[in-house]
């Protein structure tokens, strides 16, 4: 009996223990899309694209829609994504889930050297 309780003892705390890996070079530059968030207006010079949006289905964070909010960018040969705004919403059934939606504007700079940091925004 005490077997079973020792092993089932050391079989929880095994479980409980968490690895955790350190995120590498390539993964930071894979999640790198070169795109600048800016939530307002900048006042560089830019041509709009096109409107975006981005959602998950279910919980979670905003900042897990920056890939979606990339690749779109980037399908779209843009630079930033001006007047972006993120936050949770109802989804479909809203009395069960709320999930993260990011709006913006996609566009390309007129000037080839544009610092988002300078601008107020955040590069992703």
């Known amino acids: ?15 409980n223990t968490t690895h955790a890996n350190e995120v590498t070079a390539n993964e930071k530059a894979k999640n790198h899309f070169g795109v600048c968030l800016i939530s307002g207006v900048p006042s560089q010079q830019y041509v709009v694209v096109k409107r975006v949006k981005v959602a998950k289905g279910t919980y979670g964070s905003v900042e897990e829609l920056y890939p979606k909010l990339g690749n779109a960018a980037q399908k ?8 972006y705004n993120a936050s949770q919403r109802f989804g479909f059934w809203p009395w069960r889930i709320v999930r993260p939606v990011a709006t913006g504007t996609a566009v ?3 000037a080839p050297n544009v610092d988002c940091q300078s601008l107020g925004g955040k590069e992703i």
């Open 108 to 110: 390309r700079w007129n």
């Open 1 to 15: 009996m005490k077997k079973l309780v020792l092993c089932t003892l050391s079989l929880l705390v095994l479980c």
């Open 76 to 83: 779209l040969n843009a630079n930033a994504i001006v007047d």
